[in-house]
């Protein structure tokens, strides 16, 4: 039989290109789309190395409709897997119309170019940002949906409503939105990763680039929440385990008897909540080495405590996180020494 061709939108991206080796290790035949506004075409190379073949893939933008039709049409897919988006919250707030009309706009285009070509099934990439802050732990997908933090935010929450309703008026769309927790980690290989253009902002990149020495020291926003340790608490989920949701949700759609206009939200999460302390420690003990670090003042919008009810998904889609956190550190420290690792081999070779 041959493989079902999935594109996958931002398939160079961080969560993207890890997907791409659940896909091809699950019998799928990945197909990216990225136009590589934030991610390197060297990821293709770490993929390359790591599955054994080229993956294909179309450098464009997902708000090219014509692009997107001829890669559906050449490729022949089946199904889509939409990742591509702007995704740094305080740029958001600082460029709302930038992210209003590039994340909207992509997949406005997509879902019409699916309808045009007939390809039924589509992975939305949602976020946990939708619960705001939530009043109640841990999170169900049945939690109050509260303001957007951020026009970031904003777009995933308007992204939900536009499927829905696609689906409510009886498009034959297959959609199933996942809401990501927070993805960490890397492929076990250690060749490919996220890769965070200057200064991250999320907590494990920032850890990684600071036991390398790029990084004086961490500061961790706030110690005086109303958790055991006075640091925020988030639900880290290791990138391959949120992967292989994705391969879980396709198959849901491509075997279970669902109707042809259909729409679902899952979590997907750990259940499990750690702290930024306690996510220090873990790295330490994972890899040996000692992160510096101080206390500093809270940042503006960060929940005391988000953490997933991942219970659905596991009861419908047949997924559940299995890595542990200490798994998930060891992987992304590999990931950054081989970044290190190659950036020397670079400079060397340059001069
Ligand atoms: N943190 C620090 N120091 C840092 C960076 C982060 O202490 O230098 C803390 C934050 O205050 C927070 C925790 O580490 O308590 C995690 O922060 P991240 O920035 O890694 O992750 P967030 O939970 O803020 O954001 C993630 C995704 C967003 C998504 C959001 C939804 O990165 O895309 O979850 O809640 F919108």
Request: charged letters at 20%; proline letters at 6%.
């Amino acid at each position: 039989m041959t493989p079902s061709s999935i594109l996958v939108t931002g398939g160079a991206g961080f969560i993207g290109c890890h997907t791409v080796i659940a896909l091809a290790e699950a019998g799928y035949r990945p197909v990216i789309f990225d136009n590589f506004s934030n991610s390197q075409p060297k990821v293709l190379e770490g993929l390359r190395q790591i599955l054994g073949f080229e993956v294909p893939c179309y450098r464009a933008d997902c708000t090219n409709r014509a692009a997107l039709l001829e890669a559906m049409r050449r490729e022949r897919v089946s199904g889509v897997i939409h990742f591509a988006a702007f995704k740094a919250v305080g740029e958001s707030v600082q460029k709302p119309l930038l992210y209003y009309s590039n994340n909207l706009n992509a997949l406005l285009t997509l879902l019409e170019a699916m309808i045009e070509l007939d390809v039924r099934d589509l992975i939305f990439s949602s976020s946990c940002t939708v619960y705001g802050q939530p009043e109640q732990l841990p999170v169900t997908e049945n939690s109050p949906i509260l303001p957007p933090l951020s026009p970031y935010g904003n777009t995933k929450q308007i992204g939900e409503e536009i499927l829905r309703d696609v689906a409510r008026a009886g498009e034959a769309l297959r959609i199933i939105s996942l809401r990501y927790f927070n993805p960490i980690g890397a492929h076990s290989s250690g060749m490919i990763g996220e890769l965070p253009l200057g200064v991250p902002n999320n907590l494990v990149p920032y850890i990684t680039q600071t036991a390398i020495g790029l990084r004086a020291e961490l500061v961790v926003f706030g110690n005086d929440y109303p958790t055991p340790d006075g640091t925020c608490i988030r639900d880290y989920i290791h990138v391959m385990d949120l992967a292989e949701a994705h391969v879980a949700a396709l198959r849901h759609l491509e075997y279970a008897s669902i109707p042809a206009a259909y729409y679902d939200v899952f979590n997907i999460g750990t259940g499990k909540g750690a702290s930024v302390l306690e996510v220090i420690r873990t790295f330490e003990q994972a890899t040996g080495k000692i992160v510096p670090y101080r206390i500093g003042p809270r940042r503006l919008g960060d929940a005391a405590a988000v953490y997933a009810d991942a219970s659905k998904a596991h009861k419908h889609l047949g997924w559940k996180a299995h890595r542990t956190l200490k798994e998930a550190l060891a992987d992304a420290w590999r990931w950054q020494l081989y970044l290190h690792k190659t950036a020397h081999l670079l400079s060397a070779s340059n001069s």
